[in-house]
């Protein structure tokens, strides 16, 4: 009678038991563990990250819940021994379970690479890595490296013309090549059948098309009127007449904050300098964008051969078709400077 007791209750014990464990079991596999009651994230996995540091990370940053349950079953899953780096989208109310195999699998979700303007190709670095695992410094190694603007088809003056400003999905994991190559890849995307054609017809290769563009971006940021100074500058090209444009003298001194370009600035030495040399200068003097770049190809075709800036500082241009209605518009402007004190 006492053995049948003891039975019993072993029984009764063992089921009370195995109920608690399979009912904890159930919790750590498909209980939401996961950022409950917060919002998905993104989340950065550094690369070298080991296993503590990500637990540390995931109970610091309040991610999981439980992080007894989770590293139990990561380890089982052995996550321990694989940590990827990568950017990841943690979702709300995620179990263990999906959150492991997710990191398991180094299925990243991509972030966006969005970057606008650079005059230079020495910004580019640091503009190209703000949202990307990758150091500046690494990327600036590839990037003026002798051979990598040559490898891709360019010179060191021209190169700066492949990274056409737009956003753009890439992994945060990519590197300094895996970089460049995808520029490169949405350059060739970019200047399609289409584009080159109208290139073709302007008697322009695509990166004196970029450059002249650039001189258009340096003049306005009033697209309305960007295929008109387009096609002023067409027709001094035609016409072989100098650009004489002050963005190209701008950026041939180096000094960004000019606002008067003076007589004694166009003698200065640099092939860059468009008062002094015939034609385009040897490369983009910023980093156009792809409504100026349009503005080129579908430039407006009319009479004008100079512009100048309003002088009521809207921003818009006046355009002559001679010399002399041209000297009546810059004079009208360069008294406007005079009354509000900007003499450089």
């Known amino acids: 009678m006492r053995k049948k007791y003891f039975i019993a209750l072993f029984l009764v014990v063992f089921t009370m038991m195995l109920s608690s464990f399979a009912f904890y079991t159930y919790q750590i596999l498909y209980t939401p563990n996961v950022l409950v009651e917060q919002e998905s994230r993104y989340f950065a996995i550094p690369k070298g990250t080991t296993f503590k540091q990500l637990q540390n990370r995931l109970s610091e940053e309040r991610i999981v819940n439980d992080l007894v349950s989770f590293s139990f079953l990561a380890k089982l899953k052995d996550l321990d021994t694989s940590v990827k780096n990568g950017m990841y989208l943690i979702e709300d109310n995620m179990t263990n379970v999906e959150l492991i195999n997710l990191l398991r699998s180094g299925y990243q979700t991509p972030v966006k690479l969005t970057f606008s303007n650079a005059r230079k190709l020495e910004q ?75 290139a073709e017809a302007l008697n322009l290769t695509l990166t004196e098309v970029s450059t002249l563009a650039s001189i258009v971006r340096g003049e306005t940021n009033k697209m309305d009127e960007a295929p008109a100074i387009a096609g002023v500058y067409i027709n001094r090209l035609k016409k072989r007449i100098k650009l004489q444009a002050d963005p190209t003298l701008v950026f041939a001194i180096g000094d960004f904050s000019i606002r008067r370009i003076l007589n004694k600035d166009k003698v200065f030495e640099s092939p860059y300098n468009t008062y002094k040399y015939y034609g385009l200068p040897p490369g983009p003097i910023n980093m156009p964008s792809i409504p100026t770049i349009d503005a080129v190809l579908n430039y407006e075709d009319h009479n004008y051969l100079y512009f100048c800036a309003k002088a009521d500082f809207s921003g818009y241009h006046a ?14 402007f360069q008294r406007a400077l005079n009354q509000e004190r900007i003499y450089r």
């Open 124 to 198: 580019l670095p640091k503009l190209l890595t703000q949202s990307l695992e990758i150091d500046s410094a690494d990327l600036a190694q590839v990037l003026f490296h002798d051979t990598t603007a040559v490898f891709y088809g360019f010179d060191q003056q021209t190169f700066i013309s492949m990274f056409i400003p737009n956003t753009y999905q890439v992994y945060w994991t990519t590197s300094a090549t895996g970089l460049l190559n995808r520029m490169k890849s949405e350059y060739d995307n970019f200047w399609n059948a289409d584009r080159r054609k109208k």
């Open 319 to 332: 355009f002559a078709k001679t010399l002399r209605e041209h000297n009546v518009n810059a004079r009208k």
